[in-house]
Structures are given as structure tokens and as C-alpha cells.
């Protein structure tokens, strides 16, 4: 293990409104792979760095952003603010079971222009010295035709200069235009990906895999595949190897915002500290077990 790994993870954050159940709103911030951010840097303690890379406004809900990602310990310095702009908002309305409905508000946020601005070609020349470059599903829908050539290309450099790539499928039908440009979009990416962490459901809902073995089967040249199933267990495809590791069975679930984002957190974190693929698994199931009993994304530290 590189004893001080350096992490870069891309993304969008946004405005979160939590609506509570006397129709009250609670607002915070939230976003797959800052969501990621936030509980890596938290179980990786005071190992290694972890930078937060997108674009923001010059608004006050940005600053506060930034503020709350610097109490967090995430390096801010790839976070572009674009004056004029703002950040994507979306509310969470949950139903008695904890499951999720989202609304949205994000078609103007500045991480579109993310890797378009002038002030990007530095941000995207850093990125390949990263030991690990993590970005998901929603990074290539939010960051537009342009932009995912862009990172394409880091992609490319960052694994030539020995560093890791880890992606995280999160497909969202609603961000892409059709189901077609979706795939295009995965399919050059998962080319250049050292770690896929994938949720069963959404590889079924964009490629159409019936089981976890046609998943496994559609990445031979991937080398650790990690297959997340809600409250069943983890399946795991690593050097050849194979693991199933069982979820933490929790007694009333709350919310399960953030559950698979914290589950890779911590498989992340645990890859990085040496963990074995099976002890990885275990830790990405006891903290998504932790966040899915408190509302919101992010649990109180």
C-alpha cells in the first residue's frame, strides 16, 4: 500500500432539501461522489489526501460548500467557482419503507462546464499524478459530450502514470438523452477502469443483464468487480478470485440516501489500507448499515 495515497474524486454536489414528514424542509448538500468524498477522507482518517474536483457558482450556497468540504478535510483547490452560476438543487421525499423519490433542479448547475472553462486545463492536467482518479455514472452524464472526452483522456494518462482508476456505474436514465448515448458513454469508459464497483439493478436497467454472472461476464479485462445488491450480499471478482460477502441486516431502515456512496467509501478506504477484498466488502456494508438508519446523506461525524 502507498502509505499516503492521493484520491481525486469527480463529481457534483448539490443543494439537498430533506422533506421531512410534516412537510418541513431540511437543507443540506449532497451528491454521489461527494458523498464518496466525505466518508472516505473519514475512513481513511489521517492517511493520504482526498480532493473533491467540480464547479460551483460564486453564490453564498457554494461558499458554504467549500466550507463544509474543508471542515471535512477534502482538498478544495481542483473546485472551480464560475462567477454567475449555481449549484444544482434536488429534494428527497421519502415514504415509510426509507425508500427515495428525487426532484430536481440541476440543468444550469456550473459542473456542466466543468472540464469547458479555461480555468479546468490546469485541474485536468494534475489529475493523472493522482494515485486514484474515482468518478461515477452521474460524473459522465452532468459533465456533457465535451467534458467526458476530456476525462477520457485523463483516464488514459492517469492509469499510464500508474495510477488507479475506480468507477462507480450510478446510472441515472433521466441525465442522458437516451439509453443508447448512456452506453456509448460506459462502454469507452469501463475500458480504462481498474475498479468498477457496480449496483446490479442499474447494470440491469441500462445493459440489460439478468444476473450478477452476465455482469461479471460483460468485464473480463477488469480486474476487481465489485457487485452491490442491496441487502443481499456482495459479490466480488477479484485477480481471478471470487468473494460473497453478506450485508449487515439492519432492523428499521430510515433513508437509504447514500447507502451504495458510503459502501464504496469504505471499500475504497479499505482497499487503500491493504484490506483484503472480503474485508473491504464487510467495511462498505457496516457503514452504509450506519447511514441508512439517519436521514440525509451525510451522517453527523
Not at 458523498?35 to 477522507?41: K, W
Not at 458554504?64 to 472551480?80: D, K, R, S, Y
Not at 442499474?202 to 477488469?222: C, H, K, T, W
Not at 468487480?225 to 468473494?243: H, N, P, S, T
Request: overall charge negative; glycine content about 8%.
Amino acid at each position: 500500500m502507498n502509505t499516503t495515497p492521493h484520491v481525486a474524486l469527480i463529481g457534483e454536489c448539490m443543494i439537498e432539501l430533506q422533506q421531512r414528514a410534516d412537510g418541513s424542509l431540511h437543507q443540506s448538500f449532497g451528491g454521489d461522489t461527494l458523498n464518496t468524498a466525505v466518508y472516505l477522507r473519514r475512513e481513511l482518517g489521517d492517511i493520504g489526501t482526498v480532493d473533491y474536483v467540480t464547479a460551483l457558482g460564486d453564490d453564498s450556497f457554494s461558499d458554504a460548500m467549500c466550507q463544509q468540504w474543508t471542515e471535512e478535510g477534502l482538498g478544495i483547490g481542483n473546485v472551480q467557482r464560475l462567477p454567475g452560476r449555481l449549484p444544482g438543487l434536488y429534494c428527497i421525499q421519502t415514504d415509510a419503507n426509507g425508500e427515495r423519490k428525487f426532484l430536481y433542479w440541476r440543468n444550469e448547475a456550473a459542473v456542466r462546464d466543468c472540464f469547458t472553462t479555461p480555468a479546468a486545463e490546469p485541474i485536468l492536467a494534475a489529475l493523472p499524478a493522482y494515485d486514484v482518479v474515482y468518478f461515477s455514472g452521474i460524473t459522465l452524464a452532468v459533465l456533457g459530450e465535451v467534458g467526458r472526452e476530456r476525462l477520457l483522456d485523463t483516464l488514459i494518462e492517469t492509469r499510464k502514470r500508474g495510477g488507479k482508476v475506480v468507477f462507480d456505474n450510478n446510472y441515472r436514465p433521466r441525465l442522458w438523452a437516451h439509453i443508447e448515448a448512456a452506453r456509448a458513454a460506459y462502454h469507452r469508459v469501463l475500458a480504462h477502469v481498474d475498479i468498477a464497483v457496480l449496483t446490479e439493478d442499474d447494470e440491469r436497467a441500462l445493459f440489460g443483464y439478468a444476473d450478477s454472472e452476465q455482469v461479471f461476464a460483460a468485464y473480463p479485462a477488469i480486474d476487481e468487480v465489485v457487485l452491490k445488491r442491496g441487502a443481499d450480499a456482495c459479490l466480488i471478482r477479484c485477480a481471478g478470485q471470487r468473494f460473497e460477502v453478506p450485508a449487515v441486516k439492519v432492523e428499521k431502515v430510515i433513508d437509504t440516501t447514500a447507502a451504495g456512496d458510503s459502501f464504496s467509501a469504505a471499500y475504497l478506504a479499505s482497499r487503500l489500507k491493504g484490506g483484503s477484498p472480503e474485508q473491504a466488502a464487510l467495511a462498505g456494508h457496516q457503514l452504509a448499515s450506519r447511514v441508512i438508519q439517519v436521514a440525509g446523506a451525510l451522517i453527523p461525524r
